[in-house]
């Protein structure tokens, strides 16, 4: 996406107003408000323990925010608040409709170990989606195509390298037809020789046109394949910009910081 303005005539993929997270005394999202645009590919960069995890699990309720709205599309999730002070879903299957249009790709992957790779894929689209299972299995070969691993449809995860395991991963998330796809550090657990497998089929994703949200630490894959570049710092957005001005012409100190170290 070469659009940079703040505000596009693109339909809205997602939404975040005013996130707020705390653990106990411990807050750990103060306020996050960032908007996806369809076709958007925003990398969320910022120290350890900045929050980056927390935002993204946020947005599919794996985490309870403690205050704040989130919509996907047009349509905002009901929220709720509880007496522990987390929010809750007033509508258990609004909330899992909106999980399914939500894609999450975690740092270890999070596949079935006793599923085969075909039978991780298939299992969404048919138990979620009530997708028939014939027709289910030939979306998963031609994702799995897509990702470069038909051969593996058959193997189990533990027979895959840990590259090979995230591109099934991936490919999982994308047979949820997902309007929004989430990743957590999806390269940060594997060695350094199978990174760039995974960001090249990340960075086919971008250029499809996908919408994407990525916590990486992947600065290069970041400045060249995202969009908008977001530095979150101690739970607050820090800075928010096109990657020319977050990596090259950051106002805050604390992103200088950041960029030197991070070269
Ligand atoms: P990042 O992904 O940027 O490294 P996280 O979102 O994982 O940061 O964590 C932000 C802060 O929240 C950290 O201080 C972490 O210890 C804390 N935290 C995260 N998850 C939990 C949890 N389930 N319970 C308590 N504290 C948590
Ligand atoms: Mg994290």
Redesign the pocket.
Known sequence: MLETAANSTRPIALELQDLHKSFGSLAVLKGVSLTAYDGDVISILGS?GSG???LLRCINLLEKPTQGHISIGNEALMLKPTKSGEMQAVDNKQLDSLRARVGFVF?NFNLWPHKTILQNIIEGPTQVLKIKKEQAIIDAEKLLDKVGLLDKKDAYPANLSGGQRQRVAIARALAMQPRVLLF??PTSALDPELVNEVLTVMRDLAEEGRTMLI?THEMRFAREVSNKVVFLHQGVIEEIGTPEQVFDNPTSERVKEFMASHN
């Open positions: 350890s980056k995890s927390t740092q957590d550090e916590v």
